[in-house]
């Protein structure tokens, strides 16, 4: 398994080294945004640690433009920035998730299997009313046009998508797809519930992700759902 390390404290860029390759990771270290960019276009990572601040080329826009390259790696943003706000602005540049320092090496190795996990779901494209998501390629259509998804909007999709017609609570999500306590509070959940409705329902009268008052949501098709 193989892992790109972007960071540019040397300290932090050895421990990340050594906790990583313990773990029986090859990683790969890179000081600068520019360069961890080459990198990962160049060859594909099991998973990157990327710092958001770096001289140069900040990680946000690193993960940015990683994810505008179709790169599907895994990608863990590592930073001392705490903050809800914080953390919404990582993932929504297309992290999978958020550590911040500082940090146990049991907590960074169980966020990293858990993206790995995430990642091993089943192939086969899924379809739910005229919505199609193919994990292959990790795109959406619906209708037959293509929607733009940041990667955080997609996983949300692709879970709800895996289990449609079935309520899934709050917290069942916010496991899945976050995989972490937003400090007590879960409304970045109907942040981006809101964001994919948008998407999704444009134009439409009625919206294929139902909300059930009390528990979470539910993805099924319009004429399925009870008044």
Not at 28 to 47: H, I, M, N, Q
Request: proline share 3%; glycine share 6%; hydrophobic share 45%.
């Amino acid at each position: 398994m193989t892992a790109l390390i972007v960071e540019d404290d040397a300290s932090v860029a050895r421990f990340l080294h050594q906790a990583m390759s313990e773990a029986g990771y090859a990683p790969t270290v890179a000081e600068f945004g520019a360069d961890a960019l080459d990198l990962a276009l160049a060859r594909r990572y099991d998973v990157i640690l990327l710092d958001i601040t770096l001289p140069g080329m900040d990680g946000l826009e690193v993960c940015r433009r990683l994810r505008l390259a179709r790169i599907s790696s895994p990608i863990l943003m590592i930073t001392a920035r705490d903050t809800l706000n914080d953390k919404v602005i990582g993932l929504d540049s297309g992290a999978d998730d958020y550590l911040v320092k500082p940090f146990q090496v049991a907590e960074l190795l169980a966020r990293i299997r858990a993206l790995l996990r995430r990642g091993t779901g089943g192939s086969a494209e899924l379809q739910v009313a005229d919505v199609t998501l193919d994990p292959a390629s990790r795109t959406v259509r619906r209708a037959g046009s293509e929607l733009p998804l940041s990667a955080t909007e997609y996983a949300l999709l692709e879970y709800l998508m895996r289990n449609a017609g079935r309520t899934l609570t709050r917290s069942m999500i916010l496991e899945h797809v976050w995989q972490y306590d937003f400090d007590g509070n879960d409304n970045v959940l109907d942040v981006y519930v809101s964001y994919l409705r948008k998407k999704l329902d444009r134009d439409r009268s009625s919206s294929l992700i139902q909300t059930v008052r009390g528990v979470g949501y539910r993805m099924t098709e319009p004429a399925r759902v009870a008044d």
